[in-house]
C-alpha cells in the first residue's frame, strides 16, 4: 500500500502521541520534500521538530519526478506536493487536512484525518481528548460519531 501524508496529520498524530499509528495502519509513510520543510520550521511545535529529528524509518522523504500542477496555486507547497506524488505514485491513500484540497482530491479530507486519529486500534477516547486540546479543528459531532463508531466496532 502506498500512502501519502501532507503536514497536518503528521503534526497533529505527532503531537497527541500517536505517529505511531501510521505504521500499524499502513506501514511505510511517504512525504514530500515540501512536508519534509514544513514539519522542520522554526513555527512547527518544538515537540513535531523533535520527533521529525530522529524520525523513524516508516516515514520516507520521496522526491517527486514531476512538478505539482499549476492549478492548485491556491494551495500551500506541501499540500500541492503531496497531491503530486499520490498522483505520480498512483497512491493508494492520500492523508492531507485541507479543506481546499479536499475538492481536488475528491476526498473528505477532514473526515479521513480526524478518522486516522480516532478509528485505531490503539487511540480511544483519550485520543480525541487530546486532539481537542491542540489547534486542530472539526466538528466536535464527527468526533462525536466516529468515537461512536469505534465503540460499535469493539463491541462486534
Known amino acids: ?11 497533529y498524530l505527532v503531537l497527541i502521541g500517536q ?12 512525504i514530500p520534500p515540501a512536508v ?14 523533535s520527533w521529525l529529528s530522529t524520525a523513524p524509518s516508516w516515514l520516507q522523504v520521496q522526491t517527486l519526478h514531476s512538478r505539482p500542477d499549476p492549478e492548485l496555486a491556491y494551495l500551500d507547497e506541501g499540500e500541492r506536493e503531496a497531491i503530486a506524488l499520490a498522483e505520480e505514485l498512483k497512491a ?50 464527527l468526533i462525536r460519531s466516529l468515537l461512536e463508531e469505534d465503540t460499535q466496532r469493539r463491541n462486534r
Do not use: W
Open 1 to 11: 500500500m502506498i500512502v501519502i501524508a501532507d503536514t497536518t496529520p503528521m503534526n
Open 19 to 30: 505517529a505511531d499509528l501510521l505504521p500499524r495502519l499502513f506501514g511505510l509513510v511517504l
Open 36 to 49: 519534509f520543510e514544513e514539519l522542520k520550521d522554526p513555527q512547527t511545535p518544538d515537540l513535531v521538530r
Open 92 to 141: 493508494d491513500q492520500l492523508r492531507l487536512d485541507e479543506i481546499d484540497a479536499e475538492i481536488d482530491a475528491e476526498i473528505d479530507a477532514r473526515k479521513e484525518a480526524t478518522a486516522a486519529y480516532c478509528h485505531s486500534l490503539a487511540c480511544s477516547t483519550s485520543c480525541g481528548e487530546r486532539l481537542k486540546q491542540t489547534t486542530f479543528y472539526v466538528d466536535p459531532e
